[in-house]
């Protein structure tokens, strides 16, 4: 990542001028989607996946698409349940599309579209978007060629090679590590389906780490450049869409083999300046896509923090009323769930999509809410918060708890449970803290 935002003069005009903080006026491809992409293909970009449930995106989610796909610089809030990852989904398609109109079949081709995240997870989720369309048959989807880069780290957690490292990554949570869903578009998984010789590598050296014993240079060098031949041969196959994080995009295998001539980050506004400027910096086209009045990044030095660490490019931005489009319909809340958000953050332009109200549970709640018409409610407890170790014995890491307010829902999960007859699954109890958490199962 330093040496990425070392170079940052040497980056495209756009991602210098993005590094100024420069107002970036529109500056609009001619050529409309429907004159470059195939009717299917234009199909496939305003529809819901999977393409058999027959759902057209939504109004605000289409024009999201259209202003990604005609100006250099685009950005797009998408406050919650609005769909902003099925949104950013559907525009690198569309751009990939665009890529593979543009160039020959055969032609050797380094340009993609490079889909970044400030996490794992946050990366998982787009990958997830686009299993509905990879996995239901459609010539549309013929074209696309999909790969997800996980960290060095993480490849570590499915694969020990010559450097077996202990238990060094075994804190990585389970969402952020490749799913089994996940392992046919896995880059650490796909060059090891196709050479067979890195597996056998790695089990001869696990069988001398076991006798006590090291493998030599020679053995680990050639291993290593083994790997990085197959990485190389995967990622000159005529990869179009790219699926990492913001500091993986400035890893060698990528920096040497493609150019991302489209970057789209997700979650914008949970990443710092700094890691979206890694994978702007070779762009020609950027999309933002995140929402400023969600979570922050986190910044671990407080010095940091107050030099302004803590503002992303994002809200940078939309601090100097650069042009956002906002998607404005909402999939996930009751209305008056959503009402308060709406107002307190969006100037009341959050709309509630009719098939919300659709999702009948089935179960008679009305009288346990305090108002029977609003299903929402604001407990006031008075309670001590406390700080406590997580983890294992002697562990540094602390975390805060509450004990009454750990009773508190408890004794409100056991009213639903014992009295409503709602069932286990249907109730969700989220909390910031980790030792809540654990508190709250003990209960």
Request: with cysteine.
């Amino acid at each position: 990542m330093y040496r990425s935002l070392r170079n940052i003069s040497s980056g495209t005009e756009l991602a210098q001028r993005v590094a100024l903080g420069t107002y970036i006026t529109s500056s609009k491809h001619t050529r409309g989607m429907e004159e470059v992409l195939s009717p299917g293909e234009v199909t496939v970009a305003r529809s819901y996946w999977p393409l058999k449930d027959k759902r057209r995106l939504n109004v605000y989610q289409q024009k999201a698409i259209d202003l990604a796909w005609r100006n250099k610089f685009t950005m797009i809030q998408g406050p919650p349940g609005t769909g902003k990852s099925v949104t950013g989904a559907h525009i690198a398609y569309a751009l990939a599309m665009r890529l593979c109109a543009e160039h020959s079949p055969g032609k050797d081709n380094k340009q993609c579209v490079m889909y970044c995240g400030p996490t794992q997870q946050s990366v998982n989720v787009v990958l997830e978007i686009f299993l509905e369309l990879l996995n239901h048959p459609t010539p549309a989807k013929e074209k696309l060629k999909i790969i997800r880069v996980f960290s060095k780290a993480l490849e570590k957690t499915d694969f020990r090679g010559a450097e077996l490292d202990g238990d060094v990554f075994l804190h990585i949570k389970p969402s952020a590590r490749c799913d089994k869903r996940h392992a046919e578009y896995a880059l650490h998984h796909r060059i090891r389906r196709e050479n067979k010789q890195i597996l056998v590598e790695e089990r001869r050296f696990q069988d001398l780490h076991r006798d006590g014993r090291v493998p030599s240079v020679d053995d680990i060098v050639q291993y290593r450049k083994m790997k990085a031949d197959a990485e190389e041969k995967v990622l000159k196959s005529g990869i179009n869409i790219v699926l990492c994080t913001c500091n993986e995009a400035a890893s060698h295998r990528l920096t040497s083999t493609l150019q991302p001539k489209y970057c789209i980050i997700d979650e914008c506004a949970m990443a710092t300046e700094p890691e979206c400027m890694v994978p702007i910096r070779r762009a020609e086209h950027v999309v933002l896509i995140g929402d400023h009045q969600q979570l922050q990044a986190v910044i671990q030095s407080k010095d940091a923090e107050k030099m302004g660490l803590g503002k992303s490019l994002f809200e940078r931005y939309a601090t100097k009323r650069h042009p956002i489009h906002v998607l404005e319909t909402q999939y996930r809340m009751h209305p008056a769930i959503c009402e308060f958000p709406s107002k307190a953050f969006y100037n009341g332009r959050l709309k509630t999509d009719p098939s919300v109200m659709r999702r009948q549970s089935g179960l008679n709640l009305t009288h346990f809410w305090p108002k029977h018409d609003s299903p929402i409610v604001f407990c006031q407890v008075e309670g001590e918060e406390e700080t406590g170790h997580i983890g294992s014995r002697g562990s540094s890491s602390q975390s805060k708890f509450n004990m009454t307010e750990a009773k508190k829902i408890v004794e409100i999960a056991e009213k639903l449970v014992c009295h409503y007859r709602v069932p286990n699954s249907e109730i969700a109890i989220l909390t910031p803290y980790s030792a809540q958490k654990r508190l709250s199962v003990k209960n």
